[in-house]
């Protein structure tokens, strides 16, 4: 009975033992993520992002007398981060260059719509804001740019074969229908000069310039923390299940059986006597000692010997048959 309320308390103790040791493994891990997270979220840099729009117009170039009316935008999202573009940005802007513009751009368009928008990301707000208006600015320029060089090449390209075409036209007779066909064509390309020198063009506008923005691009610190607890929470439940399996191991069960065996040996020796080592002669409790010898008794208070007395006769007992 009392092996048996031995074990069942350690048994018990060893339990709940186990199960603090797997409980605090387990808030400790999740604790201790909680705070790296926190930690990551106060290191973590800030990038700032700002935004400028930028119109897309049709630009006329007459070299075949009509125009266009649309203009491809995926076209036109490619140009807008071309060398030529980003080298007109970079030389009005300062600590930044092509290479470092161009990966901290991106340019959208919206869907059904003829505006670029151009995003820019930097370490500040107000270096985010000017970046993304220089880009937006170098694109209009550039475009205007290359509308003014393509109608300067058509209106120098029509100029000579306007001359050319005079040249034909006084080598022929006077009145003949060679010169009347020259006359035609020359008065055509002459008139298609003209129009293409008046007709102004227009490639768009800066319509909404780029404000410093007012937060950065950093998550919520709430996320942070929220991802840590997932990580304590995961990692914490494997850790504790290490830790009780190590607990509930093979040896640590022979460890505590030898250590329950120690305890029932000595609650045995302390509270037991055994039976075998006390005779009894005599109505006295007689001991042994440690080699089972007896132990003799004091001499000192040995009770003195009587004479022996014969019994008398008619006293004497009848042995029963």
């Known amino acids: 009975m009392g ?31 909680a705070l790296v997270g926190l930690g990551i ?22 070299s075949t007398g009509s125009s266009f009316n649309t203009v491809n935008m995926e076209t036109e999202k490619v140009v807008a981060t071309s060398t030529a573009v980003l080298e007109r940005a970079v030389e009005n802007l300062d600590d930044t260059s092509i290479e470092a513009l161009r990966a901290n751009t991106v340019v959208e368009v919206p869907r059904n719509s003829q505006v670029l928008m151009f995003q820019v990301t930097a370490n500040t707000p107000k270096l985010a804001a000017e970046r993304a208006n220089a880009l937006a600015a170098a694109y209009g320029e550039q475009r205007t740019d290359n509308a003014r060089a393509v109608v300067e090449k058509t209106t120098a390209e029509l100029g000579t074969s306007i001359t050319q075409l005079q040249t034909v036209l006084d080598s022929q007779p006077v009145g003949s229908s060679e010169r009347a066909a020259t ?27 780029a ?19 997932f990580l304590g929470i995961l990692v914490g439940a494997i850790a504790a299940l ?11 069960s022979y460890k505590r059986s030898l250590l329950e065996e120690e305890t029932d040996d000595d609650a045995i020796d302390d509270d037991v006597i055994d039976d075998e080592d006390i005779f009894y002669v005599e109505g006295e409790e007689v001991e042994l000692d440690d080699d089972d010898s007896l132990i003799e008794p004091d ?14 006769r008619g006293h004497t007992k009848k042995r029963r048959r």
């Open 242 to 252: 290490i830790v009780s399996r190590v607990r509930n191991g093979p040896g640590s």
């Open 299 to 312: 001499d000192s208070h040995a009770a003195v010997a009587q004479p022996m007395v014969a019994p008398q």
């Open 211 to 229: 404000d410093p923005p007012q937060q950065s691009n950093r998550p919520s610190v709430l996320v942070f923390v929220a991802a840590g607890l």
């Open 3 to 33: 092996e048996r309320t031995l074990a069942t308390h350690w048994t018990l103790e060893d339990l709940y033992r186990g199960v603090m040791q797997s409980w605090l493994v387990l808030v400790g891990t999740i604790v201790a993520f």
């Open 183 to 209: 006359q035609l064509q020359l008065q055509a390309l002459l008139d298609q000069q003209a129009r293409i020198t008046a007709t102004p063009f227009y490639s768009g506008m800066l319509v909404t310039p």
């Open 41 to 62: 979220f106060a290191i973590y840099p800030q990038k700032y992002t700002a935004e400028a729009q930028h119109t897309v117009e049709p630009i006329s170039v007459l």
